[in-house]
């Protein structure tokens, strides 16, 4: 994915480096379904994109919960 990227002006936010912290168990959404990652993985992914917006000043800072 990363190679298909380059040079189109895209960020790839690799949840890889977020998920690894946690058991695999823990982020399934249901057995049959490995690649889909349930509540608690998605909270995970939508706060490692917030942290990658506000780094990015892409939203306001006051914005923060």
Known sequence: VEAALAGLNYE?????NVYRRYDA???IQ???DRTHPNAFGT???A???FEVLLARQ????DETP
């Open 43 to 45: 909270k995970l992914a």
């Open 30 to 32: 249901n057995p049959w």
């Open 47 to 49: 706060d490692a994109t």
């Open 58 to 61: 892409l939203i306001p800072d």
């Open 12 to 16: 790839l936010l690799d949840l890889l």
């Open 25 to 27: 168990e823990s982020l």
